[in-house]
């Protein structure tokens, strides 16, 4: 019997590039993807000679595209227990100002990418009943701040599919897991507004509030709290069903003291506005005859 196979986007640094690492070294097959292999030499030749398979793909390639490369994976190595989706990058800028060639690029990297590549995987895990797509979102769906409009968007967007696709697909033994991270301490920060968009300009309306967001996230980079390898640890975990949180029954993983502090807030707020409204939300409803 052949061992677990991985399909991971977004190898070329950080999480996926930890994730890949951490796989290889439990003996699993891994298939990594990159934007292209001559601009992440460094990272091709650390997966390869820990035995990785490297393809190329970009997020914002077609349907068609993507299918086919995910296919002749599939065709060569067989089929792909688990795939993470973890490919992406953050446009950050004023929401007014956002260009339609700049939002359209997130969300095709963001959103896009990620459907179609698990739309890729699907009929080989129905066909075996068995299989767990990860998709790597971020705390930004669900607390998102100044200048991340877009960003958190395209995020929040993966988490509402995934929930949807979940409930789709668990009748064919198929899990979906949404990871939520806060800061770690990857190029992250240093790819914001890197992928072929446009010049980002912070007008004097918006210095306060979107110009003090980016200027946290510059000084941030490089002293993020969150340790790469260590969250690659805790997806590995939840995916194989083993160490500290292999026997949480959650569909979201949360990442980061961080990301859970935030979201802790959100879900704070999120009860309380439910609660106040109970009475005119049952207003809405027909008068009984």
Not at 65 to 81: L, N, Y
Not at 95 to 122: R, W
Not at 155 to 160: D, F, I, S
Not at 214 to 243: C, H, N, W, Y
Request: hydrophobic content about 45%; aromatic content about 6%.
């Amino acid at each position: 019997m052949s061992s677990p196979l991985w399909l991971i986007t977004g190898a070329s640094s950080g999480i996926g590039l930890s994730l890949c690492l951490r796989a290889l070294s439990a003996g699993h097959r891994v298939v990594g993807s990159v934007r292209n292999r001559e601009t992440a030499s460094a990272a091709v030749e650390k997966l390869e000679k820990a035995g990785g398979i490297i393809v190329e793909m970009d997020m914002t390639e077609s349907q068609t595209s993507i299918a086919d490369k995910v296919q002749s994976v599939v065709k060569s190595m067989g089929p792909i227990d688990y795939l993470v989706n973890n490919a992406g990058y953050s446009w950050l800028g004023a929401c007014e100002h956002l260009s339609e060639k700049d939002a359209s690029l997130q969300m095709a990297t963001n959103l896009f990418g990620p459907l179609f590549t698990l739309q890729a995987v699907l009929p080989s895990m129905r066909a075996k009943a068995s299989g767990t797509i990860v998709n790597i979102t971020s705390v930004a769906a669900q607390n998102p701040n100044p200048a991340c409009s877009i960003y958190s968007a395209s995020k929040a967007a993966l988490e509402a599919l995934s929930e949807s696709l979940a409930k789709e697909v668990a009748q064919h033994g198929i899990r979906v897991l949404i990871v939520e991270p806060g800061a770690f301490r990857t190029n992250f920060l240093q790819a914001v507004n890197k992928k072929d968009t446009e010049t980002v300009v912070i007008p004097p309306h918006y210095a306060d509030t979107v110009g003090a967001a980016m200027s946290l996230f510059a000084a941030a980079d490089g002293k993020q709290i969150g340790d790469p390898e260590k969250a690659a640890e805790r997806i590995f975990e939840a995916v194989t069903r083993q160490g500290m949180v292999g026997g949480l029954d959650v569909q979201r993983l949360v990442l980061g003291t961080d990301s859970w502090e935030r979201m802790r807030k959100t879900g704070i707020k999120f009860l309380e506005e439910l609660e106040i409204q109970k009475e005119s939300a049952a207003s809405t409803a027909f008068t009984a005859q």
